[in-house]
């Protein structure tokens, strides 16, 4: 892999990772386009989801902290109850991580028909969310659980996890900050644990491709410095509900997708 393909596949990731256009599909798009297998360098896929996590850390720092503020305090508080319901919301993403990722992984992998009707479903669930008005409830444990099962869905490269996840908040009738901020708190734990499940592939695995310091320094970079603005970005969009772009966008790129391949 070289720096440049490390440096367009690292802004790749961290843009759509947080942007509703699927970072999944995306990649595999980006794999066809530039004949690279990201997976033959685990190392390399370790590192941008970690520049992932770490830009969502950056934005929610202050959330972050009183979170964990709260939960020492070892009380049933506003805090508590909140980081209860992110745990709840993984229930479905280990479930099916446990029993289909591998399955999912090999079966779409590559393949662009299958990815561009996925981003066709993307763009329907972004534009459901135009046709509704804005609720203002709190998540609830039983929203917390289908916002994680809409997240598990995510495991099909093409279907947006923060697209799926905040048009499923929406719809429900959560309030539109509470929505966005659920929704990329609630996947910090998942990616860490992707990250974790490539590390645990990296150490048993003797195929593992060399990258040179530089593409993963580069590639590191560009995910992180792009997942920073695209997830403030995102946040400011779903507060003012113009999604419609993004779901004309997933439209195209699933057409374009499907015909290139």
């Known amino acids: 892999m070289t720096w440049f393909e490390a440096l367009i596949l690292g802004l790749v990731q ?18 066809v386009l530039l ?8 190392s390399f896929t370790v590192l941008v989801h970690f520049a992932t996590v770490l830009s969502t850390i950056t934005v929610f720092y202050k959330d972050i902290l009183k979170l964990f503020t709260g939960l020492f305090k070892f009380q049933w508080n506003e805090e508590t109850r909140y980081v209860s319901k992110i745990f709840v919301s993984m229930i479905p993403i280990l479930i099916v991580g446990v029993l289909f990722w591998d399955e999912a992984a090999s079966f779409f992998s590559g393949n662009l028909v299958l990815v ?11 534009i459901s969310t135009q ?13 917390a659980l289908l916002m994680g099962l809409a997240q598990a869905m995510a495991i099909i490269p093409g279907i947006s996890r ?28 998942p990616i860490m644990g992707a990250a974790l499940l490539d590390i645990l592939s990296m150490s048993s695995s003797s195929s ?26 995102m946040i400011n969009l779903v507060k ?15 057409i374009i997708s499907i015909i290139f391949a």
């Open 131 to 143: 046709l509704v008005k804005p609720g203002k409830k709190k998540i609830p444990y039983l929203d």
């Open 116 to 126: 561009g009707g996925a981003l066709l479903i993307t763009a329907l669930l972004l």
């Open 208 to 233: 593992e491709v060399g990258i040179s310091i530089s593409s993963l320094i580069i590639g590191f970079l560009a995910a992180y410095l792009s997942g920073y603005l695209a997830c403030r970005w």
């Open 35 to 42: 004949n690279v297998e990201v997976k033959e360098s685990l």
């Open 162 to 189: 923060s697209g799926a996840t905040i048009s499923t908040g929406l719809l429900l009738k959560n309030g539109r900050s509470d929505v966005a901020q659920f929704s990329f708190l609630m996947v910090l734990f």
């Open 240 to 254: 003012k509900g113009n999604l419609y772009w993004f779901a004309i966008y997933c439209v195209v790129v699933g």
């Open 14 to 31: 961290g843009l759509t990772e947080f942007l509703p256009v699927s970072s999944s599909g995306h990649l595999e798009i980006g794999k």
